[in-house]
Structures are given as structure tokens and as C-alpha cells.
């Protein structure tokens, strides 16, 4: 028969042990272990990424297949003071690697639905999305001037995104729109 503090202790050594094989030689520390997330992890950012682990500035969503209303939005300032060229193939524009603007928390179901990120403004905006699998996708003009990008088949997990400006300079107002219907043409 086992006792509590016996059953404790093999746990914390157990925790040790799978610590102590996850670290590989040369690299830093690991933090300590934290509760499991239920969403798949990221790779790490870095001080050329956009910080998607920060706390979002203004929002976060946390939606279900045929979530209503459709679609949920959320203010933000559009714009920052870094270029985005270079994250991944079709970025431009300016944002603030800081923190996200909003972050969403998505559920598909059984992927009955795409996913619509897009963004609102009457400045040049752009937008870009870090996935749950940690690829970054970006577009400058989905419809009009205004961003978006679709995920046909949406993953579960989190979505990073940050609301840009095409070019350097104040902040734009803007409205992100999360939706699983093709947003109306204007």
C-alpha cells in the first residue's frame, strides 16, 4: 500500500525527470511546468516576431462553431512602430510587436464552417495572424483597402492577430471581424 507522501514524492520526481529529458543540453532553462492547455503549443517568439504570448491589448474571443452573433467585432487602433516585411511572404505594413490587438480561441467543431479574419477601416490597414500551429499569415487588401484572411479549414486553438497600417505613421481606428460567413461585399 502506497502512502500519500510516497505517491507526492514519486510525482514530483516523475515531473523532474520528464523536465530533465524535455531540456536539451545548451539550452536555457525551461519555466516551470504549467497547467496543460487544452490548445497545441507554440513554437517561441522572438525579438524579430511579433510577441503573440503577451496578453492582447484590447480583446479576447473565445468562440464555438456557429457562434452568434456572427460577426463578433472588437475597436482597435490600427498600426505600430515596426514593419512586419519579412514574417512571412505576403506581410506589409506596420504594427506593434508588443502584444496582439485581440486574440481568439477558436473551436470548429467538425469543421463545417471556415473562418473569416478580416478587418475594417478607412485607412489602409493590414492585417496578420499568428495560427494555432504558430505559421503567420498576412494581407493588406482582402476586400477594398480593407485586410482578411480565410482559414477553409480552421484549426482549433488560438489565433493571434494584430490590425495594421499600410504605411508608418499615427494609429488608424479599425474593426476587427471574426466570421464564419464570407463578409459582404460593399
Known amino acids: 500500500m502506497r502512502t500519500p507522501l510516497l505517491t507526492a514524492a514519486a510525482a514530483l520526481i516523475a515531473l523532474?525527470?520528464?523536465?530533465?529529458?524535455?531540456?536539451?543540453?545548451?539550452?536555457?532553462?525551461?519555466?516551470?511546468?504549467?497547467?496543460?492547455?487544452r490548445f497545441p503549443p507554440k513554437a517561441v517568439a522572438g525579438s524579430t516576431q511579433p510577441d503573440w504570448r503577451a496578453e492582447p491589448r484590447y480583446a479576447t474571443l473565445n468562440l464555438t462553431v456557429g457562434f452568434e452573433p456572427d460577426p463578433r467585432t472588437v475597436e482597435v487602433?490600427?498600426?505600430?512602430?515596426?514593419?512586419?516585411?519579412?514574417?512571412?511572404?505576403?506581410?506589409?505594413?506596420?504594427?506593434?510587436f508588443s502584444r496582439p490587438d485581440v486574440d481568439l480561441n477558436y473551436s470548429p467543431g467538425q469543421g463545417q464552417y471556415p473562418l473569416y479574419i478580416s478587418a475594417v477601416s478607412q485607412a489602409d490597414t493590414t492585417i496578420?495572424?499568428?495560427?494555432?500551429?504558430?505559421?503567420?499569415?498576412?494581407?493588406?487588401?482582402?476586400?477594398?483597402?480593407?485586410?482578411?484572411?480565410?482559414?477553409?479549414?480552421?484549426?482549433?486553438?488560438?489565433y493571434n492577430i494584430w490590425i495594421g497600417t499600410l504605411e508608418a505613421g499615427p494609429t488608424q481606428r479599425a474593426t476587427v471581424r471574426v466570421s464564419e460567413v464570407l463578409p459582404q461585399r460593399r
Open 16 to 37: 523532474g525527470a520528464t523536465h530533465a529529458v524535455a531540456q536539451q543540453k545548451g539550452a536555457p532553462a525551461a519555466p516551470p511546468a504549467a497547467a496543460q492547455s
Open 77 to 96: 487602433d490600427a498600426g505600430g512602430d515596426r514593419p512586419v516585411s519579412g514574417l512571412a511572404p505576403d506581410c506589409a505594413g506596420w504594427i506593434d
Open 128 to 158: 496578420v495572424i499568428n495560427d494555432p500551429q504558430g505559421r503567420w499569415h498576412c494581407n493588406d487588401d482582402f476586400e477594398g483597402l480593407n485586410p482578411g484572411v480565410v482559414f477553409q479549414q480552421p484549426l482549433h486553438g488560438n
